[in-house]
Nanobody, 124 residues
């Protein structure tokens, strides 16, 4: 199975942008659906974006639609999350996750492989 390592988090002012990356080890990255989750202090972890193996099927939480874009480069074994117009409520630890289930219903898949997370802090 793949192993996942996130990077690209940091501190940004409201209205700014960040791009998160998730590097996957192994040669089967392209067979996994991938997702980004986030967890703010004292809150549950929630899914913010997901993409199927090709990137053609995507899901976004209502709170990030129009601001966040998930993409993947299977040749580089990397998942991305472009985050624009960031808001203080986007502050959280962001995790990438993989699902080995062969389905394009990315919003409903069980994501069972996790990275360690990267902190995103948005100041007002």
């Amino acid at each position: 199975q793949v192993q996942l390592v996130e990077s690209g988090g940091g501190f940004v002012q409201a209205g700014g942008s960040l791009r998160l990356s998730c590097a996957a080890s192994g040669r089967t990255f392209s067979s996994y659906a991938m997702a980004w989750f986030r967890q703010a202090p004292g809150k549950e972890r929630t899914k913010v974006a997901a993409t199927n193996w090709s990137g053609q099927s995507t899901y976004y939480a209502d709170s990030v639609k129009g601001r966040f874009t998930a993409s993947r480069d299977n040749a580089k074994n990397t998942l991305y999350l472009q985050m624009n117009n960031l808001k203080p409520e986007d502050t959280a630890v962001y995790y990438c996750a993989a699902s080995p289930t062969p389905s394009d219903l990315v919003a409903r898949l069980p994501y069972t492989i996790w990275g360690q997370g990267t902190q995103v802090t948005v100041s007002s």
